[in-house]
């Protein structure tokens, strides 16, 4: 899946020049997707994100946030645990999300993100092996589901339980580390 998006991408690409998130273009080289002469440049994963915080009962709007709102520590979700935060970014396209929220939650303790994985059904095994393999589900279960009327896997992971998470990152570090699994999680999808 990831290939086919990725090649798409490189033969789109004008004036000999792509912009590739790190995962792509460790992914495209490994795989001998690029062309000779094609200039890499580094694309930042949130420069076009739309970043909103919504109040988690009611799901009202409370304000829509610059992307300097990445640089602020997770733990402002567990200061104002009321809320959540909502990140769209068309990186996510080459991963099949189309968003993923993420909140604090207080009945465990934990950070949370939920996000819609638009990838067919028959993926249940391959998916469930590799958060098995990526999450210490000893601790805490993640939660999966497909939702057929929407083609989608609903997931719903506690972020403290995925391998190389520290409680001291910030909102953007919190979303790269998801962006970085999911990536990893289609590259194991054929």
Known sequence: MITNKLTKKIEEATN??????????????K??????GLNILPQDLFNDAIIERY???????IAKEPTSFLQTPAS?????????VYLEANMLDVVSVDAIAVE???????YTAMFGLFIP???????????????????????IMFAG???????????????????SFTMEEVYQLLYSLIFKLMTNIK
């Open 121 to 143: 059904k028959k993926y249940t095994a391959e998916i469930r092996a590799f958060l098995d393999e990526h999450y210490n589900s000893e601790k805490m279960q993640y939660s």
């Open 31 to 36: 795989n001998l997707l690029l062309p000779e």
């Open 149 to 167: 009327n929407e083609g989608l896997w609903e997931i719903n992971l506690p972020i403290n339980y995925i391998k190389g998470f520290d409680d």
């Open 16 to 29: 000999n020049e792509i912009t590739l998130t790190m995962e792509e273009k460790d992914f495209a080289e």
């Open 55 to 61: 109040n988690k009962e009611t799901d009202e709007l």
């Open 104 to 110: 604090y939650d207080e009945v465990f303790e934990v």
């Open 76 to 84: 402002y979700l567990k200061d104002n645990m009321q809320e959540y």
